[in-house]
């Protein structure tokens, strides 16, 4: 079907791919993290370490589609690359629930609808596959300024993949005062889909990962909020995972409270971001709490500043 095109279609076919490859490659770079919190949504967690990975491998197959190097192999490998991936988001779109393939990570407003991101996906592999039909075995050596343009945004790519990988975010307690929820019947709200309400209780949901050291940090924390008398009732939600993490957390904690567990896709319909706690009071999400939890002297005063 494209078994013969010239030179001139063939050098822009490559570029295409590469410049799709790059941004994908970029994009994911920006927010590592969330990628990686990505994978975990597949059930994966353990393999969530591969997140670097793939976005270094991501954007060396695009710097070499874009300077159409040894485009019979490279084109071959991304072939490949795109195949699996696309193979992966049929899986997690139809057993998982996942909508967002979050492939272009950062650039989030280039991550369209399920059935846009098939048929782009879809393209891609044709171009994919014209390239490596119409190529020839090559064997050529980057010039001095491919090799230092390559290395230049190989740099940055690792360099900013690293420092957005590092979960920065969970470091740090965030107050949020979500006005979506604002004056709305809990039960109108993603947490209504894991609890029953009491109309006259207090409630801090904390939604956390059996495997995340900021959720570890908050446990010690969390287990005094029903002691001090301005929670009526704590609920710990988490999702399915080996036995080993669950036994190893309950061994540590021992926790006191309420734990409900849900497959993956459940739980991340409300976040896929750990740990993040939500104070419920009259049946409305009153503050979203992101990274560790403070103890619940600190989240008084944040609730009476919130108030004022």
């Not at 109108?188 to 006259?200: A, M």
Request: neutral net charge; contains cysteine; aromatic residues 16%.
């Amino acid at each position: 079907m494209c078994r013969f095109i010239n030179t001139k279609s063939l050098k822009i076919l490559s570029l295409v791919a590469g410049i799709v490859f790059l941004f994908s490659g970029i994009g994911k770079s920006l927010a590592a993290n969330d990628f990686a919190q990505i994978i975990t949504q597949y059930g994966f967690e353990s393999l969530r370490f591969l997140a670097p990975f793939i976005i270094i491998l991501e954007t060396v197959l695009g710097i070499l589609l874009f300077f159409c190097f040894r485009l019979k192999q490279t084109s071959f490998v991304a072939l490949c690359f795109v195949a699996v991936l696309l193979l992966v988001y049929l899986y997690g779109y139809l057993f998982v629930n996942i909508a967002d393939c979050g492939c272009f990570g950062y650039f989030s407003f280039l991550n369209m609808s399920p059935a846009f991101t098939f048929i782009r996906n879809f393209i891609l592999i044709c171009i994919l596959l014209c390239v490596f039909l119409n190529s020839a075995n090559s064997y050529k050596i980057m010039d001095k300024n491919e090799i230092a343009i390559t290395l230049c945004i190989l740099c940055a790519v690792a360099f900013v993949t690293g420092y957005t990988y590092v979960e920065q975010h969970n470091d740090v307690t965030q107050y949020v005062k979500n006005e979506k929820y604002s004056n709305a019947d809990v039960k109108n709200t993603p947490l209504g889909d894991f609890l029953n309400f009491s109309n006259d209780s207090t409630y801090l949901i904390f939604a956390f990962s059996y495997s995340c050291p900021h959720c570890y940090n908050s446990i010690e924390n969390l287990k005094e909020y029903e002691q001090s008398g301005i929670i009526d009732k704590v609920v710990a939600l988490s999702f399915t995972t080996d036995a080993s993490s669950v036994n190893k957390f309950n061994n540590i904690f021992k926790p006191d409270f309420e734990i409900k567990t849900y497959q993956p896709k459940q739980l991340f319909r409300l976040t896929n971001q750990f740990p993040v706690a939500y104070y419920v009071k009259n049946n409305e999400v009153k503050l979203e709490i992101h990274g560790v939890l403070p103890c619940w002297y600190i989240l008084l005063e944040q609730l009476q500043k919130t108030q004022k």
